[in-house]
């Protein structure tokens, strides 16, 4: 597929039904977009639009501002202490579900959802053992986390934001009868009817996480708040026009842009998205390890930000796992050592 990949022709903002559509089209060829955009905007920061999806790592390789380093590795200690050790970040298996990486990274911090959660993506592995034993480990799996639904469903409760508390409780009744339906498909010996309740009722688990968010956890450091900024979370549909290839003219990415985990970097892509910088803009790169876009014909690598005239650049921006805030401007290599 490397040279299969064409242009950028449409962005489409997708909203669950709780929340305004904002709708961003145009075509293959360079004319300006039409733009409907219904979505209440606050000064420097962009609403959140919810929706489980999934390419959290597109987004990021989609980035037209270049990632800066040039900050002191200690410039933010006071307010993000470094790393202990860069092991933490590679302990345990890898989480491959883009899904799961999603649920996992919300800033919630309640035991008792986690131990419903984890059960039910282990289906996941489960479903590996061949044939219809596999529906023995997948019956283990649901009744563990209805077990422990049950017994923790008064902190799950406790742990909703208030405003959220009704649909929080809906979905807490849907997840309920979604397991009782996987209980009844394994009865039933449909092994083929697992996965699709498993990635249901795991909307159902997420749905409820992501009622347990209470606002955005953090501030950003000063020196970034007057960038473009996402707190929240933002799904982006991009049509890509193929060429080369008699089988297939277009295709859908869905990307999710997690400002949860980093908010200038999500944020600088969504303003960018508004002001029409991909459009018809070829792929530069699309090795079956990344696919990249972002170099605007002419001299510049990036984009240049009229206000300034300058190329805008944002800073390295990484979120590890047991940490509150991202920290900025430097690598693990170069913040994991400085706290040993």
């Keep these: 597929m490397a040279a299969s990949f064409a242009s950028l022709p449409t962005f489409n903002f997708v909203n669950s039904s709780r929340f305004p559509r904002r709708r961003i089209d145009s075509y293959c060829s360079k004319k300006p977009l039409e733009v409907r955009c219904h979505e209440t905007k606050q000064r420097g920061t962009f609403s959140s639009l919810k929706e489980c999806a ?13 990632p800066s380093i040039s900050l002191p590795p200690n410039a933010y200690a006071a307010a993000n202490p470094a790393i202990s050790d ?3 970040l590679i302990s345990g298996p890898p989480i491959k ?3 799961a990486l999603l649920r996992y990274a919300l800033p919630i911090d309640n035991k008792a959802i986690r131990e419903v959660q984890k059960p039910l993506e282990d289906i996941t592995d489960s479903l590996k053992i061949a044939g219809v034993k596999a529906l023995d480990s997948v019956e283990r799996n649901v009744r563990q986390a209805n077990r422990s639904l049950q017994q923790g469903k008064s902190m799950i409760v406790a742990g909703f934001a208030e405003p959220k508390k009704d649909h929080g409780n809906e979905m807490i009744e849907k997840l309920e009868a979604g397991m009782q339906d996987m209980l009844q498909i394994v009865e039933d010996r449909k092994r083929d009817a697992v996965a699709p309740k498993q990635k249901e009722i795991l909307e159902y688990v ?10 955005f956890p953090y501030e950003v450091p000063e ?4 960038m473009p900024l996402l707190k929240g979370r933002a799904t982006v549909d991009m049509k890509v026009k193929i060429k080369d290839n008699p089988n297939l003219e277009e295709c859908v990415f869905r990307i999710v842009l997690d400002g949860y985990n980093a908010p200038v970097t999500a944020g600088n892509f ?18 079956g390890f990344v696919v990249q876009t972002g170099d605007p014909e002419g001299p510049a690598e990036g984009f240049i930000d009229p206000s300034t005239e300058k190329m805008r650049t944002v800073p390295l921006e990484i979120m590890v796992t047991g940490k509150k805030t991202p920290f900025y401007g430097s690598t693990l290599e170069v913040n994991g050592p400085t706290s040993q």
């Design 86 to 88: 860069v092991s933490v």
């Design 206 to 215: 997420g749905g409820i996480e992501e009622d347990m968010v209470d606002g």
């Design 54 to 66: 999934i390419s959290l790592a597109l987004s990021v390789g989609l980035m037209a501002a270049v």
């Design 97 to 99: 579900d883009p899904g």
């Design 223 to 226: 020196e970034y708040r007057n």
């Design 270 to 287: 969504v303003d960018l998205v508004e002001r029409h910088f991909y459009d018809g803009m070829e792929i530069q790169r699309s090795d």
